[in-house]
T-cell receptor, first 117, second 115 residues
Framework: DAGITQSPRYKITETGRQVTLMCHQTWSHSYMFWYRQDLGHGLRLIYYSAAADITDKGEVPDGYVVSRSKTENFPLTLESATRSQTSVYFC????????????????FGPGTRLTVL | AQSVTQLGSHVSVSEGALVLLRCNYSSSVPPYLFWYVQYPNQGLQLLLKYTTGATLVKGINGFEAEFKKSETSFHLTKPSAHMSDAAEYFCAVRTLYSSASKIIFGSGTRLSIRP
């Protein structure tokens, strides 16, 4: 199916465990993003990637690691999960970014609800 | 620095009534402005966007928003609410000369529709 998918949709883990959230898009968009959504905070950018092998920190990167070896995949890893990382995580992608001609419309996946006990 | 403020975390209207969701932004350069909608247990989807040109922007599902530079506002409206409009709505801003990483989302407004 075309679009952007995330897996798993729901995950429960324990403090200190490593967790990887997967994101896959079929549009060959250059830019991909990871956000977390928490009540009262809206969406906050964790990491983004401008292309394969190019990643950069967003607003709240601490405790997270990303990689992008292929254009279509952008996994997010919590190296040692903490309770404060309990959240809903959204992956998004956009074809172009920056510049006067870009509109930066982002397309979002369905989200992963992560609970850290 | 760019920022977005959504006034009211929860708005409740009757079915058939006017919907007004408020958004004010702060930007030192001409902004690009967005409204996204999130239905329960789903990701965000674009409702409408303002880049340049006409300040009244029409989106999907009968929503529209007007960019008012003098008021730094981008309020979302719909003349007649429908039960299916119940969702969370996010205003977002991107400045013209910065990278995609600078899209800032507001904290969201949850819209409830009363029968």
């Amino acid at each position: 199916d075309a679009g952007i998918t995330q897996s798993p949709r729901y995950k429960i883990t324990e403090t200190g465990r490593q967790v990887t959230l997967m994101c896959h898009q079929t549009w060959s968009h250059s830019y991909m993003f990871w956000y977390r959504q928490d009540l009262g905070h809206g969406l906050r950018l964790i990491y983004y990637s401008a292309a394969a092998d190019i990643t950069d920190k967003g607003e709240v990167p601490d405790g997270y690691v990303v990689s992008r070896s292929k254009t279509e995949n952008f996994p997010l890893t919590l190296e040692s999960a903490t309770r404060s990382q309990t959240s809903v995580y959204f992956c998004a992608s956009t074809e172009t970014s920056g510049g006067a001609s870009s509109t930066d419309t982002q397309y979002f996946g369905p989200g992963t609800r992560l609970t850290v006990l | 620095a760019q920022s977005v403020t959504q006034l009211g975390s929860h708005v409740s209207v009757s079915e058939g009534a006017l919907v007004l969701l408020r958004c004010n932004y702060s930007s030192s350069v001409p902004p690009y402005l967005f409204w996204y909608v999130q239905y329960p247990n789903q990701g965000l989807q674009l409702l409408l966007k303002y880049t340049t040109g006409a300040t009244l922007v029409k989106g999907i599902n009968g929503f529209e928003a007007e960019f008012k530079k003098s008021e730094t506002s981008f309020h979302l409206t719909k003349p007649s609410a429908h039960m299916s409009d119940a969702a969370e709505y996010f205003c977002a801003v991107r400045t013209l000369y910065s990278s995609a990483s600078k899209i800032i989302f507001g904290s969201g407004t949850r819209l409830s529709i009363r029968p």
